[in-house]
């Protein structure tokens, strides 16, 4: 997009603003007031930001100015209403209304547009030294595979389970991040979200 003029980012802001302050765009002659300019050189601005893809203006009627790109805007937060899932029932697939505890509005950076998260409450002491604490919510990102390393969401003997993964030669290794307990190793395991962030209530 072509770079605008201060003047014309001016008359931008202006246009945005009183917008947003009174639910309908300025008329040319506001703007002018506004700015002790000339109809003309009002005109003059609003056909450049035109061009350059800033405004759109029907001609035809009054107040129809209409900002299309207000670079000085907040962006908009990305959020998500992201499944919570309670006990888990065995043999009930994970995201099944049996399964369902409610729902969790979450935000960027915790969810991303895309893609497809749930949420789990942490149960027990087992990675406590990945820094996931009992009672945290583990926001867990839907994947069905897993590299070596990564703290992932298994499904073992219609339990869940929230481990280290790594892959050895004919089996997978779960591996938790507490010495006191024992790595779980299986040749029947089901990866079923990858952790994407930890959120933790005080």
Same mark, same amino acid.
């Given at each position: 997009?072509?770079?605008?003029?201060?003047?014309?980012?001016?008359?931008?802001?202006?246009?945005?603003?009183?917008?947003?302050?009174?639910?309908?765009?300025?008329?040319?002659?506001?703007?002018?007031?506004?700015?002790?300019?000339?109809?003309?050189?009002?005109?003059?601005?609003?056909?450049?930001?035109?061009? %350059?893809?800033?405004?759109?203006?029907?001609?035809?009627?009054?107040?129809?100015?209409?900002?299309?790109?207000?670079?000085?805007?907040?962006?908009?937060?990305?959020?998500? %209403?992201?499944?919570?899932?309670?006990?888990?029932?065995?043999?009930?697939?994970?995201?099944?209304?049996?399964?369902?505890?409610? #729902?969790?509005?979450?935000?960027?950076?915790?969810?991303?547009?895309?893609?497809?998260? #749930?949420?789990?409450?942490?149960?027990?002491?087992?990675?406590?030294?990945?820094?996931?604490?009992?009672?945290?919510?583990?926001?867990?990102?839907?994947?069905?595979?897993?590299?070596?390393?990564?703290?992932?969401?298994?499904?073992?003997?219609?339990?869940?389970?929230?481990?280290?993964?790594?892959?050895?030669?004919?089996?997978?290794?779960?591996?938790?991040?507490?010495?006191?307990?024992?790595?779980?190793?299986?040749?029947?395991?089901?990866?079923?979200?990858?952790?994407?962030?930890?959120?933790?209530?005080?």
């Amino acid at each position: 997009m072509k770079q605008i003029t201060e003047r014309q980012q001016q008359v931008l802001d202006f246009i945005s603003k009183y917008t947003k302050d009174n639910g309908y765009p300025p008329t040319v002659r506001e703007i002018g007031e506004h700015f002790g300019i000339s109809l003309r050189a009002v005109q003059d601005h609003i056909g450049a930001l035109q061009k %350059k893809g800033f405004l759109s203006q029907s001609q035809k009627r009054a107040r129809s100015i209409s900002v299309l790109v207000d670079n000085h805007s907040e962006p908009t937060t990305f959020v998500s %209403k992201v499944p919570l899932l309670g006990t888990v029932a065995a043999g009930k697939p994970l995201l099944s209304e049996e399964n369902l505890d409610g #729902f969790v509005n979450l935000a960027e950076p915790f969810v991303r547009p895309g893609k497809s998260y #749930f949420a789990l409450r942490v149960r027990g002491q087992s990675m406590i030294n990945a820094g996931i604490l009992e009672g945290d919510l583990a926001v867990v990102e839907q994947a069905k595979t897993a590299v070596d390393g990564q703290i992932v969401v298994a499904v073992i003997d219609n339990a869940i389970t929230l481990k280290r993964f790594y892959k050895e030669a004919d089996r997978v290794r779960l591996q938790p991040e507490n010495p006191d307990f024992s790595p779980i190793y299986s040749k029947d395991v089901m990866i079923v979200g990858i952790l994407s962030n930890i959120v933790r209530t005080y």
